[in-house]
């Protein structure tokens, strides 16, 4: 169940050492912490779709959607690339993923975005609307360990499934280049 007292908006610059001991927390080392600074000072980084969630006047959950690119057979278009999301450890199971989740999807639709792709848990974020990528022709890198269902894709109003520059292969964002999970 959502927590009565949550607040969802966007990031300001006061947030940003709040924002790293969340996502700290959350992924229990720095390296994701350390993705977030490197997207905000990338090309990539889109400031209307990095969103915190507070409680109680406090910093407790953190998501942002960057862009990244799509190559398919005739070039390569910019697409929406969410992550990461991240939750204060004694906030999760709250509903507070989830509100992040769907507020930056509501901007990313509002904004034209076709869809949304993470790499991701397929049993949380199925739970959120999110499918495997390779249902919509998509794919994305993964680490050796991570399942294949693990590149998932939500899509979006405008997404078009017979537009062929919708499919393809996902070049991540140089910010994502030095992460070690």
Not at 68 to 93: K, N, T
Not at 99 to 120: P, Q
Request: hydrophobic share 45%.
């Amino acid at each position: 169940m959502a927590t009565k007292s949550l607040t969802i908006r966007v990031e300001t610059p006061d947030d940003f050492p709040a924002i790293r001991l969340v996502v700290a927390a959350a992924f229990g080392q720095s390296g994701e912490a350390d993705l977030v600074e490197r997207i905000r000072q990338s090309s990539g980084y889109i400031p209307e779709l990095a969103l915190v969630a507070e409680i109680e006047d406090s910093v407790v959950g953190h998501v942002m959607i960057s862009t990244a690119s799509l190559r398919h057979e005739s070039g390569e278009r910019p697409i929406a690339m969410l992550a990461p999301l991240a939750v204060d450890p004694g906030f999760q199971r709250r509903g507070v993923g989830r509100a992040l989740v769907a507020a930056v999807a509501a901007l990313a639709d509002d904004a034209g975005e076709a869809f949304l792709v993470l790499e991701g848990s397929p049993d949380y974020y199925s739970r959120l609307g999110f499918e495997p990528a390779s249902r919509y022709g998509i794919e994305l890198p993964l680490p050796d360990w991570a399942p294949s269902e693990a590149a998932q894709v939500l899509p979006l109003t405008s997404f078009d499934p017979g537009d062929p520059t919708m499919r393809g292969t996902v070049s991540y964002p140089p910010p994502f280049e030095d992460l070690e999970t």
